[in-house]
C-alpha cells in the first residue's frame, strides 16, 4: 500500500488492491485531483479517514449512445413539471448531496475537504453541476409566489468534466426520479457534443438500469 507525500505522484494503477485501492494521504489540491482524474483515479473516504484514492477494475461506464430510457421515464419527462439546468448552482448541488439521507448509509463520504475540492475546480471549469428545478402552475399560487417557489432545487448532480469524459460523483433527489432527470439530461447534452462516455466508478443499480455497464480499467483508461 502506498502512502502519498506532498510530491505530485500516484503509483500505477495495475498495483491497486482487489477492491481497487490504490493509495491513501496526499492532498486534495487542484492539481493532484487533476492528475488523479486523468489518470482514472478517484478519491472516496470518510470523515476523519486518511484520504483514500481508488482506481477499480472493472470500472462502470456509460456510453452516450447506449443510454436506455424506460417507457415510464419518458411519460415523466414530457409532463415538463420541471426545469433543468447546468452549473447555475454548483455549491447548493454538492450541498444536497453531502446531507441526503441514502437507504443503507449511516454516513456520507463528501466530506467538508471534499466539498471546498470540488467547488475549487468548479471555479477554474473543471467540476460542473446539473440542477433541476421545480415548476409551479400560476393557477396554483400567486405569480409572485411562483417566481419564488421556482428556485426549489428538487435534484441534480455534479462531476469532474475531462473534455471528452464526464466523470460522475453524486447525485440527489428531493423528489422521485429527479437525479434520473438530471443524469439523462447530461447524456444527452454529452452526446451532442461527441463525449466518449460518462465515468460512474463502481457498479451502481440505479446507473446500470439507465444503460451503464462494466468495462476493464485497461480499456476505460484508452478513453482517457
Same mark, same amino acid.
Given at each position: 500500500m502506498y502512502w502519498l507525500s506532498e510530491e505530485l505522484w500516484f503509483p500505477p494503477v495495475e498495483t491497486a488492491t482487489p477492491e481497487g485501492i490504490l493509495a491513501l494521504g496526499g492532498d486534495l489540491s487542484i492539481e493532484r485531483l487533476q492528475l488523479a482524474y486523468k489518470s482514472g483515479i478517484f478519491p472516496w473516504f470518510s470523515e476523519g479517514d486518511p484520504i483514500v484514492w481508488y482506481s477499480p477494475d472493472?470500472?462502470?461506464v456509460l456510453f452516450p449512445d447506449e443510454l436506455k430510457i *424506460?417507457? *415510464?421515464?419518458r411519460q415523466i419527462l414530457r409532463k415538463e413539471e420541471f426545469t433543468v439546468t447546468f452549473n447555475k448552482n454548483f455549491k447548493d448541488v454538492i450541498e444536497n448531496c453531502?446531507?441526503?439521507?441514502?437507504k443503507g448509509q449511516a454516513g456520507t463520504w463528501i466530506t467538508e475537504e471534499m466539498k471546498a475540492a470540488y467547488i475549487e475546480l468548479h471555479k477554474i471549469g473543471w467540476a460542473k453541476s446539473v440542477e433541476v428545478?421545480?415548476?409551479f402552475e400560476t393557477s396554483e399560487i400567486g405569480s409572485k409566489q411562483k $417566481?419564488?417557489?421556482e428556485k426549489d432545487l428538487i435534484g441534480g448532480l455534479y462531476g469532474v468534466d475531462l473534455g471528452t469524459v464526464f466523470c460522475g460523483e453524486s447525485m440527489f433527489s428531493k423528489v *422521485?426520479?429527479?437525479s434520473k432527470i438530471a443524469f439523462i439530461y447530461l447524456v444527452e447534452e454529452l452526446k451532442k457534443k461527441n463525449y466518449k462516455l460518462v465515468d460512474c466508478q463502481v457498479y451502481?443499480?440505479?446507473? $446500470?438500469s439507465l444503460g451503464a455497464r462494466q468495462i476493464s480499467r485497461k480499456e476505460f483508461l484508452k478513453y482517457l
Open positions: 472493472p470500472r462502470m *424506460s417507457k *415510464s421515464m453531502k446531507v441526503i439521507a441514502r428545478w421545480r415548476l $417566481a419564488q417557489n *422521485s426520479n429527479t451502481n443499480e440505479h446507473l $446500470a
